[in-house]
């Protein structure tokens, strides 16, 4: 593997003010890629000026993909369908790789032959700089077995399909994966506005190895659009709440054990109580409707999901 080995695929909404920065980051990766992908996603702003100023003053091969669809996960995979080479970069419109990320994902992916999926560390940061520490450390991911490849680099031992269950903590800027294991894992769902990325990570570490790195691959940049509120919080859990029951209704094509499976349960169970809970402190109305929706999403559910459903029920009255 090398450099042209890689496309940088990034959706892009509405992101002028940052994606000439954005691009300027790739340039000056120390393994520069084959190409650039950006999908101009329904934007209203100035992005499509920007971006063509940015083609016209660089070497580096832009491609720019106009739709008018504003979804991200719509997006995401108008872009990868139109990648020809083996690898694939992700990379959102407003964050910045480090310099040597992509050098760091080629050494990867040539040192274990079969792997899917290299991700790594992120740095927050606003106008004013960094405000926040790399954040895989704090994640269930330092929990898992994992091997040493040097150069603060590892093999994922087994648990990543179940750690992300609980929540994704690989950043879509920063990840780099193959064309051909994307469209095993099925692309992005559509279906879900936000939540896409962990229900895919979850699906894409079903396919075979994944390595990280803990040195911070790319910036990742806070600011009023990136912060979520209350509602956005509950959109979030309800819309990853679906994903895993995709997941479970899937359960013999995606091959799971009953570890997994068992996990997957586990999980939803958090999840509604999370969101139980969070409709009970807005009064009885509110945990009726949600308690409905719960319902509504497994339709005719087997025993077993009502059983957790009901224990979920019971957990929040008494936390209430």
Not at 293 to 315: C, E
């Amino acid at each position: 593997m090398k450099g042209s080995d890689i496309t940088v695929v990034i959706p892009a909404h509405n992101a002028g003010r940052f994606i000439c920065e954005t691009l300027d980051g790739i340039a000056a990766q120390t393994v520069r890629p084959a190409g650039v992908i950006v999908v101009n996603n329904a934007s209203t702003d100035d992005t499509g000026e920007r971006l063509e100023d940015w083609k016209s003053r660089n070497d580096l091969d832009l491609r720019v993909i106009e739709t008018g669809f504003g979804d991200l996960a719509n997006a995401r995979n108008i872009g990868f369908c139109s990648v020809a080479t083996e690898l694939i970069a992700m990379l959102d419109a407003d964050d910045i790789y480090m310099p040597d990320f992509l050098e760091r994902a080629v050494g990867a992916f040539n040192e274990v032959g079969d792997l899917c999926l290299f991700f790594g560390n992120k740095l927050l940061f606003n106008e004013n700089g960094a405000v926040d520490e790399p954040v895989l450390e704090a994640t269930p991911l330092l929990a898992l077995a994992r091997e040493d490849m040097g150069e603060n680099t590892y093999i994922v031992g087994a648990g990543l399909f179940e750690a992300l269950l609980n929540g994704n903590f690989i950043s879509p800027s920063g990840a780099v994966l193959r064309r051909s294991v994307a469209y095993k894992a099925r692309l992005f769902t559509p279906r879900l506005p936000t939540g896409e990325d962990r229900d895919f990570f979850c699906r894409l570490a079903l396919q075979g190895p994944a390595a990280y790195t803990l040195a911070p691959v790319v910036r990742y940049r806070i600011h009023a659009a990136s912060i979520m509120n209350s509602s956005g919080m509950l959109k979030l859990r309800k819309n990853n709440y679906r994903s895993l029951v995709a997941l479970l209704m899937d359960f013999d094509s995606l091959d799971l054990n009953d570890r997994q499976r068992q996990a997957i349960e586990e999980a939803l169970q958090k999840l509604a109580h999370a969101i139980l809970y969070h409709a009970s402190k807005k009064g009885l109305a509110a945990y009726r409707r949600e308690k409905l929706w719960l319902r509504r999403v497994h339709g005719h559910s087997a025993p077993a999901v009502r059983s957790f459903l009901r224990a979920a029920y019971r957990s929040v009255m008494k936390s209430s």
